[in-house]
């Protein structure tokens, strides 16, 4: 199937940060767009507003009903991702019919194959990251396309559209190590931030994992530039940049906080941006606004437009998120569910605001993933002065026996510690007064979001 055909797209899984911002971009060009997802949530409704057909049952006699028309076999493109299970009943079905059936990674390489490609990687920090270059280009008035890994609080979205449809489009996008989806992209500007290890599920030790990213880097045309905070491989040349690391070549120096926001000067080859204040809280979003900024000087924005686009960027929702502060009392989201991810959030809590209690809500994402960096995840969590979890969220996998949330209890150190259910997290909240609450993790608990702020707003 060529792309330029599809008049119909149906999305498997399409409540997905990434496979929402293609129902998008699909919806803009024209074409009917429909999907189904396990539960309905804001991303849901919000698509469903915008004219996307949405289902929640899985049924494949609501899909007859979605798509059958005389062609709908050879004009509908069905994309999937890798989050739902392999036995599908919809999936199965459209390809039992015949359908031109495609990973969402393997959409996402045709759709940017033949564009100028900036592709951000790494185990954390590349959603962040890959929205500030998108926020810095489009703050200097370079046209763009984005497909994010989260919705931008400056636009509201995870889908930023160009006029440009020509083979010199800019696209940037969040480049996904799960599964290898990555590989699927030719980047002309590759970044990686961190790789650490994760998905150990699918790569089964953290070598492998490296050898991805290897892969990856490998992955740029001809001319192509990798940035990235440390070197991959003998005979694959990058440029680094880091934060107070004076071998880097692009690096953020001189370091500071006033009135609880960071400011720093870049050094850059050629000049020194001096002053640069950050929108975003924390030394590891400095790290990310480093890296953001050595993109955009190399496609030519300029060093004013560098400065004022990254006091400007408000971040990702659910990256750091405040949501509510009255003065005695902070609530921050946050999507961290790695146990790097955790430590930079909650020392970035402590540097913020010293010395008040931090108490954290955490929902362990994955049943593997809680096993296997059970130790690294205890020493995080014990950085709070009280740890409250959730039950595991499941996501696709199916329970591991013995891997539980109560699992992390006996490493955690915190001087308070329990898992507690949703409706004892809440009556905990509403009872609080002062300190920093963090809601954390990257399963369903950003759906107690909104009903922590209500809750503290009430009081």
Known sequence: ??????????????????MSALARYYKAQGCFVAGYDKVQTSLTLE?????????????????KQLLEHPNWISDTLVVYTPAVFS??????????????????????????????????????GKTTTSTMIAHLLRHAGIDLTAFLG??????????LLGKDRSSKAIVVVEADEYDRSFLTLSPDISVITSMDADHLDIYGNASSMVESYIDFAKRLKDGGVLFSRFGLSPG??????????????????????????????????????????????????????????????????????????????????????????????TYIDDYAHHPEE???????????????????????????????????????????????????????????PGVVSEMLLEKITAPYKAVKSRAEVMDIIASMQEGVILTLGA???????EPIVNVLQDQ
């Open 150 to 159: 989260g919705i931008s609080s400056n636009y509201n979205t995870n889908l």
């Open 342 to 400: 955790l430590r930079a959030c909650i020392s970035s809590v402590r540097a913020m605001y010293p010395g008040q209690k931090i108490t954290g809500v955490f929902q362990p994402h994955l049943f593997s993933r809680t096993r296997d960096f059970a130790s690294g995840f205890s020493k995080s969590l014990s950085l709070l002065d009280e740890v409250l979890l959730l039950a595991i969220y499941p996501a696709r996998e199916l329970p591991i």
């Open 236 to 329: 694959i040349p990058f440029i680094s940049y880091a934060v107070e690391n004076k071998e880097a070549i692009y690096r953020a120096e001189n370091i500071r906080i006033q009135d609880h926001q960071y400011t720093f000067d870049l050094h850059t080859p050629d000049i020194v941006i001096a002053g640069i204040t950050s929108g975003l809280p924390g030394l590891h979003n400095i790290e990310n606004a480093v890296a953001a900024a050595a993109v955009a000087l190399k496609m030519g924005v300029t060093p004013d437009l560098i400065r004022s686009g990254i006091s400007s960027f408000h971040g990702v929702r659910r990256r750091f998120d405040l949501r509510y502060s009255n003065g005695g009392l």
């Open 443 to 449: 399963g369903d608990i950003d759906q107690l979001v």
């Open 1 to 18: 199937m060529r792309l330029d055909t599809v008049r119909q797209v149906y999305f498997v899984g399409v409540g997905g940060i990434g």
């Open 47 to 63: 698509l469903e507003q915008e004219g996307i057909r949405v289902h929640y049952k899985e049924d494949v006699s609501l899909v």
């Open 87 to 124: 036995v599908h009943a919809e999936l199965e079905y459209l390809r039992s019919e015949g359908c031109t059936v495609l990973k969402r990674s393997e959409l996402l390489g045709l759709i940017t194959e033949n564009t100028f490609t900036i592709a951000v990687a790494g185990t954390h």
